[in-house]
């Protein structure tokens, strides 16, 4: 049997070494140097920083992680630095890219395990540089151990925000502030709800009190107004929980509201959405053990809806066990069943503690840039609801009138935003509006390399 595997975060890695362990060699994928996904990944060979400075409390799931990660490179075909970026499931082929070489995967069954990214609100100038997604900024400090800037702002919502901020300032980074969306009040009433997790809720109070006892500027319940500077960011302005206007002076700002699934893989395998209400993201329709309503896809992993690490390894399992069990083999799979439903209602509660931010797209000024590929303001947007062309009542026809999401990053950073300013305009649910497509390839490939 032909199984392949994409991504080698924490959800390819346990999906990997379970179909190893029942016999099964995948093809295993992944568009970046080395495994170990975005929590853990690694920083480039030659570069001397132990698990400890790198990962923090994770350090022995991180370790634990690369050991089964090397082991079962070893044993399966593992492509790195190699995109997938499209599938066929009619054909049941992966398309793949590797230093600008096209190839085709052939599977009878494949587990996605390709993770999330940041969610973005735009902000007035956060086109400048010198702004960073939330990741991204993290990111630079575990792989290339550098920051976005020497006075960082953080702001957002999500855990995060108090992890790259804590992250940053125990590089010895200067913090100028941590600026949370999300009011106080908002996560002390989900503070019942996390005790489910009680680990991760330990670890998150941990760094804000960390953050809090170094002196470090926090403000909860803000909204921004703006990231301001000429040619670079200069500072970040905001107004408080009281109403009243603040400004802080830094050179560089990581913003980010939680994460998104990247899931155009899905998409394109021809798996339903559903909107998440509680994780506010459209998310591939899966069941608990990661089978899909598509013969031969099964999910894992935050690219199925965002759950943190610990839930990827298991799901990973999981799925590889899913993909066992229909290929007629008998397994035993109650204890991992229970133990992710446990942590899914755990999720829940993290989730109303970090809520999206959809009012502050929806108040965006219609002069706001909310499309830094295509160049569209928020006003662009909104007029397509109005015409001149046809009027638009959903996502893909407003794509098609103003170019919102065609550009680079296909409405990836752009698209959750702009469903929510699409939605206020019509005066309906962003469900109601529905999402973008996803368009093959799901993520650019150099012009000399297409098909
Ligand atoms: C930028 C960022 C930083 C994060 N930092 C933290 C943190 O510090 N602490 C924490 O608890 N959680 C963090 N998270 C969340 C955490 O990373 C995830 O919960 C966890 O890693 C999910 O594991 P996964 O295996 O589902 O996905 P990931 O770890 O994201 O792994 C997905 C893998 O799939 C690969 N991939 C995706 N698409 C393709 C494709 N088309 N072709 C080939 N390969 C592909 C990627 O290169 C990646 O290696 C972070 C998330 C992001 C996005």
Known sequence: ???????????????????????????????????????????????????????????????????????????????????????????????????????????????????????????????????????????????????????????????????????????????????????????????????????????GLYYIGWLRTHGIRIAEGVTPLAIEGDETVAGICWRDAKGVEQQVACDAVGIGWGLKPEAQLADLAGIPFDFDDVQHNWVPRRDAAGRTPVAGVYLAGDGSGIGGAEVAELAGTRAALSLLQDEGRAVETAALDHKLASLARFRVALEKAFPFPAHLAVSLPDDALFCRCEGLTVGDLRVTTTGPTLPAPEMNRAKAVSRAGMGRCQGRVCGAAAAEILAAKLGCSVAEVGRLRGQAPVKPIPLVAAP
Not at 57 to 76: N, Q, V, W
Not at 92 to 120: F, P
């Open 1 to 203: 049997m032909k199984v392949a595997v994409v991504g080698a975060g924490p959800a390819g890695v346990r999906a990997v070494e379970t179909l190893l362990a029942h016999g099964i060699r995948p093809v295993w994928i992944d568009e970046a140097m080395d495994g170990g996904g975005r929590i853990y990944q690694r920083p480039p060979a030659g570069m001397q920083r132990d698990a400890r400075t790198l990962y923090g409390f994770e350090a022995s799931r991180a370790t634990a992680l690369h050991a089964a990660l090397d082991a079962a490179k070893a044993r399966a075909d593992w492509r790195p630095e190699t995109l997938v970026w499209n599938i066929r499931p009619g054909q049941k082929q992966l398309n793949t890219l590797s230093q600008s070489r096209q190839g085709v995967v052939a599977y009878d069954a494949v587990i996605l395990c390709t993770g999330a990214m940041d969610r973005v609100v735009p902000v007035k100038g956060w086109t400048l540089p010198g702004v960073t997604t939330m990741g991204g900024a993290q990111i630079a400090l575990k792989s290339q151990g550098c920051g976005i800037g020497r006075r960082v702002a953080f702001l957002g919502s999500g855990p995060l925000l108090w992890l790259v901020a804590y992250q940053y300032a125990k590089a010895g980074a200067e913090v100028a502030a941590v600026l949370d969306t999300t009011p106080f009040a908002t996560k002390l009433a989900a503070a019942p709800g996390m005790l489910r997790g009680p680990a991760t809720f330990a670890k």
